[in-house]
C-alpha cells in the first residue's frame, strides 16, 4: 500500500513540475518524504522545487538527504548542476563523475552531466554523455546542440558542423545553429552561408535570435570582404545596448575606485606578503587581442596546463570583501577590497583553481582577460605568479571588440556593443595598465600581438623566459594541441600563427573614424 502511494505522490510531483506549479510539487514531494522517510525520491523532488523557485541553498542539503538515502544518477546529476550555481566546482565535479558512473537511464540525466562537465572546462569530458543524451533522445535539438558544441570545443570540427546542419533541417530559424556555423571557419565566395542567413533575418523570431543571426551575417560578410558587415553589426549592437541598459560610466566607476585604492593609499597594498604559489600564470588584456593565441602557446609547454577562463581571482575578491552587491565587480567591492589579507586571496583563489588544473603538469595558466583589473590584487596575493598583458593596435582592438558577441548578458563585456563606448574602455584599460607598470615595475610582461605575429619564436622565447620556463618547441606548434578551446577564437588558433588580423579595421576605415578620432584626442597612436 505505501509503494502504491508513493508512486502517486512521485507522479503528482513530477507532473507538478512540469507544469511549473511549484506549491503543488513541493506539498507531493513532502507527502512523499512523510509516507518514507527512508526513501530518496521525496527528498529529491522536494529539492527540485525549491531549486525551480530560486531557492538554492535549500535545495542543495535535500538533494543531499536523497543522495545519502542510496545516490541514484538523476539525483547526482541534479545536485552537480546546483553545486555548479553555488560555485562549488570540486564537489560538482565529484557529483557528476559518481553519476555518470551510475549509468543514467534517460537523456536528460546524461544532458545535465555534460552542462555540468562543461561549466567545469571539461570539455572533452562532456562529449561522452552528451553523446549518450542524443542517442536517447535523437529528435531533442537542445541536446543536439550540446553535443555539436562540445565537438566544436574539442577540434571535432566537421562533426559539429553535421550536427548543426541537422538542428537547421528541422528549425531552419535556430539562431545559435547559425552562429555557431559562421564562426566555425573563415568563409569564402565560393563557400558561405550568406543568402540562407538573410532569410533566417527576415524570419527571425524574437531580439535575441535577430541579435545572432545579424552577427553571424556580419561575420560571414566580413570574411568576403563585404561593407555590408558593418551595417549589420551597428543595428545589431544598437539594439542591443538599448536591452542592456549599459552606461559607460558603470565601467568607469569601476577603474576609477580600482586608481584610487591602489594610487592613494598603495602604502598598505605593495606585494611582499601572500601565498608563494608559483604556479599561477595569468594572461590577461583586452578580449579579442591574443590572449587565446598565448594560452595555447604557453599550454603547449609540457610544464603547462591551461585551466581556461576561470572566474577564481574576481570570486575570491568578492567573497572575502563582503560585499551585498549582486555584481561580482563594483566600486563598493573595489573600496573594500583593500581590506582584505593578501593571503586569504591568494588561498582562495588557488583552491577555486585547483579543480581547473590539469594533473602533470606544474604549472597552468588562468586566460580570463578581465583579470587585468585584478592585477594589483594579484600582485600582492601570489606574489610569485606571472602575469602576461597582451596589447594589440588600438584600432584593432576595438573593431575585434565591436564585431564579437560575447556572452550577451556578461557585464565584463557591455561595452562592446558601441563604438565609442569601446574606445572609451581601451583607454581606460591603456591607463591601467601604465599604472599598474609604475606601481610594479617589471611585474608584468606587456607582449605586443604585432610582435609575436612577426616574431613567433623570438617572442615566444621572451614569453618562456619570463615564466621561468626552459625551452619547447612545441611551443611553435601550438595548433597541433589537441586540448579543447571554448573561445571565439578556437578557429585560428587552430591554424599556425598567422598575420590575417593585423590592419583588419582598415577594411571599415570611415565607419571607425569616430574612434579612430577619439583616440588621436586621448594622446594614443593608432599607427
Not at 528549425?171 to 565560393?190: K, M
Request: charged share 25%; net charge negative; aromatic share 8%.
Amino acid at each position: 500500500m505505501v509503494r502504491e502511494q508513493a508512486l502517486t505522490l512521485e507522479e503528482q510531483a513530477r507532473e507538478a513540475l512540469k507544469r511549473g506549479d511549484l506549491s503543488a510539487a513541493a506539498v507531493a514531494a513532502r507527502s512523499l518524504v512523510m509516507a518514507d522517510k527512508d526513501q530518496p525520491t521525496g527528498y529529491f523532488l522536494m529539492g527540485v522545487a525549491a531549486a525551480e523557485a530560486g531557492q538554492i541553498a535549500k535545495a542543495v542539503p535535500l538533494i543531499e538527504a536523497a543522495v545519502d538515502r542510496g545516490p541514484e544518477a538523476e539525483h547526482l546529476a541534479q545536485l552537480a548542476k546546483l553545486l555548479i550555481l553555488l560555485r562549488r566546482d570540486g564537489d560538482a565535479a565529484d557529483a557528476a563523475r559518481r553519476a555518470m558512473a551510475l549509468a543514467p537511464g534517460d537523456a536528460r540525466t546524461f544532458d545535465t552531466i555534460g552542462c555540468v562537465f562543461t561549466r567545469l572546462g571539461d570539455h572533452e569530458g562532456s562529449v561522452e554523455p552528451f553523446r549518450s543524451a542524443v542517442a536517447a533522445e535523437p529528435d531533442n535539438i537542445d541536446y543536439l546542440y550540446n553535443l555539436a558544441a562540445a565537438s566544436s570545443f574539442t577540434g571535432r570540427v566537421e562533426e559539429a558542423n553535421r550536427h548543426y546542419e541537422a538542428i537547421l533541417a528541422v528549425d531552419p530559424g535556430n539562431a545559435r545553429a547559425h552562429y555557431a556555423l559562421a564562426i566555425a571557419a573563415r568563409q569564402t565566395l565560393q563557400s558561405n552561408h550568406i543568402s540562407r542567413l538573410k532569410v533566417a533575418l527576415a524570419e527571425a523570431q524574437g531580439q535575441d535570435d535577430g541579435l545572432r543571426i545579424r552577427y553571424a551575417l556580419a561575420k560571414e560578410l566580413e570574411d568576403i570582404g563585404d561593407p555590408e558587415a558593418f551595417t549589420h553589426l551597428s543595428a545589431a549592437n544598437d539594439e542591443h545596448k538599448l536591452s542592456l541598459g549599459y552606461d559607460f560610466n558603470q565601467d568607469a566607476a569601476i577603474f576609477d575606485a580600482i586608481e584610487t585604492l591602489f594610487t592613494e593609499r598603495n602604502h598598505t597594498l605593495l606585494p611582499g606578503t601572500g601565498n608563494p604559489d608559483k604556479a599561477p600564470i595569468f594572461v590577461v588584456g583586452m578580449p579579442r587581442t591574443g590572449t587565446t593565441l598565448v594560452d595555447r602557446i604557453l599550454s603547449s609547454h609540457r610544464d603547462v596546463g591551461s585551466a581556461g577562463e576561470l572566474q577564481a581571482m574576481p570570486l575570491a575578491v568578492k567573497r572575502l570583501a563582503a560585499t551585498s552587491s549582486r555584481t561580482v565587480i563594483d566600486r563598493e567591492t573595489v573600496e573594500a577590497s583593500g581590506k582584505i589579507d593578501p593571503a586569504r586571496i591568494g588561498e582562495t583563489y588557488l583552491a577555486q583553481a585547483r579543480h581547473h588544473r590539469h594533473e602533470g603538469t606544474t604549472r597552468f595558466t588562468d586566460k580570463l582577460p578581465a583579470n587585468f583589473l585584478y592585477i594589483g590584487h594579484i600582485a600582492r596575493a601570489l606574489p610569485n605568479a606571472r602575469i602576461v598583458c597582451l596589447r594589440r593596435n588600438p584600432m584593432d582592438s576595438v573593431w575585434s571588440n565591436y564585431k564579437n558577441l560575447f556572452a550577451s548578458q556578461s557585464a565584463y563585456y557591455a561595452y562592446s556593443y558601441d563604438l565609442l563606448d569601446t574606445a572609451r574602455y581601451y583607454t581606460r584599460f591603456d591607463r591601467l595598465m601604465n599604472m599598474w607598470d609604475k606601481l610594479f615595475p617589471g611585474l608584468v610582461l606587456q607582449l605586443s600581438y604585432e610582435q609575436l605575429v612577426a616574431d613567433q619564436e623570438g617572442q615566444t622565447r621572451r614569453l618562456l623566459e619570463y615564466c621561468s620556463l626552459d625551452w619547447d618547441e612545441t611551443c611553435l606548434t601550438f595548433h597541433e594541441n589537441r586540448a579543447a578551446v571554448a573561445t571565439p577564437s578556437a578557429a585560428q588558433v587552430r591554424r599556425p600563427i598567422n598575420a590575417d588580423a593585423i590592419g583588419r579595421w582598415r577594411s571599415h576605415e570611415t565607419a571607425l573614424q569616430p574612434a579612430r578620432t577619439f583616440f588621436e584626442e586621448e594622446g594614443i597612436a593608432v599607427e
